[in-house]
């Protein structure tokens, strides 16, 4: 069985991803990209739940 936080990972890493390489769509909200800090919250995000998915092996 498939520990769910493996695809959860990987979805939030694939979306970390698209929000960081989206250039066209650069949000700004006083004077701070918007892209850049959700990116990387959610690659964070995303390889912390990979990262407990491979240590509960």
Partial sequence: MIDLRMPIGLF???????LLTAVPARARIDGGPVNLFAGLCML??????LWLARRAR
Avoid: D, H, R
Wanted: charged share 0%; net charge neutral; no cysteine.
């Fill in 12 to 18: 939030f890493l694939m979306v970390g991803i698209l």
């Fill in 44 to 49: 964070a995000f995303g390889a912390v739940m």
